[in-house]
């Protein structure tokens, strides 16, 4: 379910890393807790991001929920398919949805993320948490 | 078997105290307009016309509005009339929201704010022919002050919102003049929304605290919280939960030892009014609902009035004008208030709402204890009978609402927002559903004093019923209401592709 | 208590059924020596027939049976009795927010309507639920720009109503926002020299008002090109909704702060009023307030919810566009109502009445010897006039015989004493203007 090439955040983000461009989304469970996707606020093109910064958010009707970026980066591009069809976030979370590029100015920072077997741990405990 | 007939007999539609029942469909007011129709003439002009071509100017001058209705009188009536059907109101059964406090609206008050000298009056005319106006609203001041045990009082603020507001400029103009704003205001994550909006609007930073286990102010540890760099706590007391803050009186000490000032949010006033006094246990400024605890109608979304009450020391800083009854007896607006926060709209007030509410508040005179003790009653009488059948995720003693939780139905995959759809379909309005965040799966109830015995019964075994339904028929409740025009609305769509108008085709 | 349906016995039954043996139990939660042990000093209780002599003496004490010449924001307009006795209906009355949309169709498709006939009046495209009333609106619709740009410097026209202008600096001194006043020529324009590219270029708005208090139409696709050439938008005030039965609807201005009270609302002594915003579709995440959007049902029926809700502060909080939850909705059904019997037709010609009405006044009034016009910019039912003495005094005199004078400029504007906007409705009779005219002359010809 979750890739094994991707890295993940507390936060549920993914980010997949290619060189030093990085390819930011949120996760799967990150859209199960919302519903259905309404609207994408994303960052305009150039935007400069820092960890734990917040570039936009992904609305539900009843809900908002910031994005986080997971590195430092610079903003080199968005996904226009989400402005007319944000619904794909719901869709295909991992893959076609993704939100921005960025290029990394630190790729170091990646290591420090969760792995996908740390992060499919991570949320089977906050499953845990929800249902006690 | 006519199956039309079963169908109207089904349970899913007829149950409890409430029947289907034939309504009028009825379009947009647009898709019935036709050129040359009109619903309203005008008396002849009595003097010469003029061409707005050659008075303004071609640029100035518009071409008829496109698309605007054209269409008769009684199609008006009908119209509106039709529309109405659809709607639930107070007049027609109990509204158990929580927090809204959804009582009688008396007719009376309807009568006298369209009274010819009241209705009619100019908010920039003399005061000299204004006197009616300005007792009304010293009047009103004056039974606020005293319900609520403060000093100083302004009638301004449009709604609860812009109450809070309000009162948070007041309190940065007070601390201000002591040297020092200050930055942070402490919210309870319990809070109504607009708290921490007003709060940002008044210029300071949040800062959310968590409720203790017992769903109220966490006053052990609070001290910790309140900083040098604390303005105020913004507080709703009886809570959301509308449980009675029972350290309250701790909880301004520990404020006040730091400099810091106590907001009341007076949305759940319904359960205080001639019982105790806000001002008497602590609180510096607060705000009232007029829509809520003064009887003044919701109509639909609004208008509400907010007026901000506060003790002395914020006094100077009340919005401008203030009302105030001069040596002489007679009454005026005064603009002479160097220290005030400013206007915070035009003009004094929502004057028709201030005139319903002080015609309430005659209603009642001393007896308004009467009203918060019924409504908390009421309350309490909706929890004992229901405690059996839904989740009290606080077992705390209740003021004039209870909030229960869906725990339990949640076993069969039914939660609140599917219990409050199929209270619909029993003929009553859905409570509070989702809020306070403090309980996941909420359903706050407030019954308020408008509700007799058997309202209060038929509600308790409209609730059970559905308890029941949710244990051995879920489905029913999850695709409820099942008797409405109406079924469940796609919210997804409207957001994804909003429509916020009618175009012609 | 003629509003609480309760017995004596029923509460005795109650509180069996609970357990309590009396009410007091109930409040053993507020500590005891907070708890009241005496009832409040209150007046009342009033029986419903003592409640309305005590109103119908209140309105004696007014000023029943006065003509006015005020506009000055608030406006003596005709009012329809179909449309107060359809608010009266409980249904709308005493209806709750429409948050439950299945049980509230009325009051959503009624908003829909209202939605779109502010955007067919005032030329947008889009429009909210209502908001507090005009002042509140223009403010929220300038910090709105101001969201929108990311810059902080605002223009205002000094002939914006002063009390919205105080409005908005009571709002604006705490969110770090600068505003600047610019000034009006002998037109009573803006002064458009004074809109430099170089300040424009960190301005989030230009806010202008039209009709402006004084009464004068502002040249909007102007002021609309010369702001958006910088980058800022253009904010418009519009006090006189009945002016838009004839006068150009400001198309060009990014977002519109109408007052509505004109449309069938009473002057009611300052309120409940309805403010309305007005803006293009592409700023519609920005706009705070409710929003009715159309949708459907599993069925395919069609029907209206409220939407774009992550806007409002239920769910976004502190980070929401605007604090404001309940806003004007009856009297947003009573606009729209009237607008509906008014019509396309009757709203022109009530516009143009307005018109005649005025120009009628204004040359009457010309007439007298020393009482001059005071701009040269056209006007719609409010006009601003010189005379050759005191305002006050002649308001004064005025008073004695039943007519409430004109606007005295003095106090808001110290460099326009001796001049007052006069305002002229439909509603006024051509018998009280001449009769005002005469009154005016006869105090001027007075010996000082």
Redesign the interface.
């Known amino acids: 379910m979750y890739p094994a090439d991707y890295r993940y955040t507390k936060d549920h983000e993914w980010i997949k890393v290619q060189g030093d461009i990085g390819t930011i989304g949120i996760t799967d469970y990150a859209q199960q807790e919302l519903g259905d996707v309404v609207f994408v606020d994303a960052p305009k093109v150039g935007a400069k991001l820092a960890p734990g910064k917040s570039f936009g958010s992904v609305e539900s009707v009843k809900a908002v929920s910031e994005i986080y970026s997971p590195v430092s980066g610079e903003v080199t591009e968005t996904n226009s398919l989400l402005v007319d069809t944000p619904e794909k976030i719901n869709t295909d979370p991992h893959n076609t949805a993704w939100l921005i590029k960025l290029k990394l100015s630190d790729p170091k920072e990646v290591a420090s993320l969760m792995d996908a077997a740390a992060y499919e741990a991570y949320i089977a405990e906050q499953a845990k948490e929800h249902s006690a | 078997m006519n199956p039309k007939l079963t169908d109207l007999d089904s349970p899913a539609k007829n149950v409890g105290k409430a029947r289907a029942h034939v309504s009028q469909n009825e379009g947009l007011i647009f898709e019935q307009s036709a050129p040359g129709k009109r619903g309203m003439e005008l008396p002849p002009l009595d003097v010469p016309a003029i061409d707005p071509a050659k008075a303004l100017g071609s640029q100035h001058t518009r071409d008829a509005i496109e698309g605007f209705p054209e269409v008769s009188e009684i199609e008006v009536i009908r119209h509106f009339t039709r529309l109405s059907t659809w709607n639930y109101a107070i007049d027609l059964g109990m509204y158990p929201l929580g927090s809204c406090t959804m009582k009688y609206n008396p007719r009376v008050n309807e009568f006298v704010a369209r009274l010819d000298g009241l209705a009619t009056e100019h908010p920039e005319q003399p005061a000299e022919v204004s006197q009616g106006c300005l007792r009304i609203l010293h009047d009103l001041q004056k039974c606020l002050l005293s319900i609520t045990g403060m000093d100083a009082a302004t009638l301004q603020p449009a709604a609860g919102a812009q109450g809070e507001l309000t009162g948070l400029l007041m309190i940065r103009a007070y601390l201000e003049s002591q040297g020092n704003p200050r930055h942070k205001v402490l919210i309870p994550d319990s809070a109504h929304g607009t708290n921490p909006a007003s709060v940002v609007i008044a210029g300071y930073e949040v800062q959310n605290i968590k409720s203790n286990s017992r769903g109220q102010i966490d006053t052990d540890h609070l001290r910790e919280f309140v900083t040098d760099d604390v303005a105020a706590l913004m507080l709703t007391n009886p809570s959301t939960l509308g449980v009675f803050e029972e350290r309250i009186a701790e909880i301004a000490a520990i404020l006040h030892e730091r400099g810091a000032l106590l907001y009341m949010d007076g949305a759940n006033m319904n359960a205080l009014a001639g019982v105790t006094r806000p001002g008497d246990f602590g609180v510096d400024v607060m705000h009232l609902n007029l829509h809520k605890t003064f009887s003044t109608p919701h109509g639909g979304g609004g208008p509400g009035a907010g007026p901000v009450l506060a003790k002395k020391i914020l006094e100077p800083f009340l919005p401008v004008p203030v009302v105030v009854q001069k040596p002489d007896g007679t009454y005026a607006l005064d603009h002479n208030r160097p220290k005030s926060v400013g206007r915070v709209r035009a003009f004094a007030g929502n004057f028709g709402v201030l005139l319903r509410a002080l015609a309430y508040t005659l209603a009642y005179g001393p007896g308004i204890r009467q009203a918060t003790e019924d409504a908390v009653l009421n309350a309490n009488y909706i929890r004992k009978n229901l405690e059996p059948y839904f989740d009290l995720p606080y077992n705390l003693p209740s003021m004039h609402e209870v909030v229960f939780s869906d725990a339990r139905q949640k076993t069969k995959g039914v939660n609140t927002m599917d219990i409050a759809k199929r209270l619909i379909d029993y003929g009553f309005h859905p409570y509070t559903t989702a809020f306070p965040l403090i309980v996941p799966g909420a359903m706050m109830i407030e019954p308020t004093e408008s509700e007799s015995k058997q309202e209060c019964d038929l509600f308790i075994d409209a609730m059970r019923s559905i308890a029941a339904e949710a244990d051995a028929t879920p489905d029913l409740v999850k695709t409820a209401p099942h008797s409405t025009r109406v079924g469940r609305l796609d919210e997804v769509a409207a957001a994804r592709k909003p429509v916020l108008r009618w175009k012609p085709a | 208590?003629?509003?609480?349906?309760?017995s004596p016995s029923?509460?005795q039954?109650?509180?069996a059924?609970?357990?309590?043996r009396s009410?007091e139990e109930?409040?053993?939660?507020?500590?005891e020596k907070?708890?009241?042990r005496a009832?409040?000093?209150?007046?009342?209780?009033?029986s419903?027939s003592?409640?309305?002599q005590?109103?119908?003496?209140?309105?004696?004490?007014?000023?029943?049976g006065?003509v006015?010449f005020?506009g000055?924001?608030?406006y003596?307009h005709?009012r329809?009795v179909?449309a107060?006795?359809?608010?009266?209906?409980?249904?709308?009355?005493?209806?709750?927010?429409?948050y439950?949309?299945?049980?509230?169709?009325?009051?959503l498709?009624?908003?829909?309507?209202f939605?779109?006939?502010m955007?067919?009046?005032t030329g947008q495209?889009?429009?909210n639920?209502?908001m507090?009333?005009?002042?509140?609106a223009l403010t929220e619709a300038v910090l709105m720009a101001e969201r929108l740009t990311s810059r902080r410097h605002v223009l205002v026209a000094r002939s914006v109503?002063p009390?919205?202008r105080?409005?908005l600096?009571?709002?604006a001194?705490?969110?770090?926002l600068e505003i600047e006043e610019i000034g009006y020529t002998a037109s009573g324009q803006l002064d458009r020299a004074a809109l430099k590219p170089e300040t424009l270029a960190r301005t989030a708005a230009v806010v202008v008002q039209s009709p402006n208090f004084f009464g004068v139409?502002e040249?909007i696709?102007a002021l609309a090109e010369v702001a958006h050439a910088s980058g800022a938008l253009l904010v418009t005030a519009i006090t006189e909704a009945v002016s838009?039965g004839?006068?150009?609807?400001p198309a060009e201005a990014d977002i519109v702060a109408m007052e509505g009270q004109a449309f069938g609302i009473?002057?009611?002594?300052?309120?409940?009023y309805v403010g309305v915003i007005a803006t293009r579709d592409k700023f519609?995440?920005q706009m705070p307030g409710?929003?009715?959007?159309?949708?459907?049902?599993?069925?395919g029926?069609r029907?209206?919810?409220l939407?774009?809700?992550?806007r409002?502060?239920?769910?976004?909080?502190?980070?929401?566009t605007?604090?404001?939850?309940?806003?004007?909705?009856?009297?947003a059904?009573a606009a729209t109502?009237h607008?509906?019997?008014?019509?396309?037709?009757?709203?022109?010609?009530?516009?143009?009445?307005n018109?005649?009405?005025a120009?009628?006044a204004q040359s009457e009034l010309e007439k007298i010897p020393g009482v001059r016009r005071v701009f040269t910019g056209?006007t719609?039912n409010e006009f601003s006039l010189e005379f050759p003495r005191s305002v006050k005094m002649i308001?004064a005199e005025l008073?004695r015989e039943k007519i409430?004078g004109p606007?005295a400029l003095g106090t808001q504007f110290p460099e326009l004493t001796k001049r007052a906007v006069i305002c002229v409705t439909?509603t006024t009779?051509?018998a009280e203007?001449e009769r005002f005219a005469a009154a005016v002359r006869r105090i001027l010809e007075k010996p000082v």
């Open positions: 208590m003629r509003y609480l349906p309760k029923e509460r039954e109650m509180l059924s609970i357990g309590t009410i109930l409040f053993t939660s507020i500590p907070f708890r009241l009832p409040l000093d209150l007046p009342g209780p009033l419903e003592e409640i309305i005590y109103f119908q003496a209140r309105a004696a004490e007014n000023a029943r006065y006015s005020l000055a924001g608030v003596q005709l329809s179909a107060d006795a359809l608010i009266q209906r409980g249904e709308f009355l005493t209806s709750y927010t429409p439950q949309a299945e049980f509230a169709q009325g009051t498709t009624a908003i829909f309507e939605q779109t006939l955007c067919q009046i495209e889009v429009a639920a209502s507090y009333d005009g002042s509140t109503h009390e919205y105080q409005v600096h009571t709002y001194k705490n969110l770090g139409l040249e696709p838009l004839i006068v150009r609807p009473p002057p009611s002594y300052g309120g409940p519609v995440r409710r929003l009715a959007g159309q949708t459907t049902d599993a069925a029926n029907g209206f919810v939407t774009l809700a992550t409002e502060q239920h769910i976004r909080r502190e980070k929401a605007s604090n404001i939850c309940t806003n004007e909705a009856l009297y059904l109502i607008l509906c019997l008014i019509g396309k037709e009757g709203l022109r010609e009530q516009a143009l009445q018109l005649a009405k120009r009628f056209p719609f308001n008073l409430i606007f439909e009779p051509r203007i």
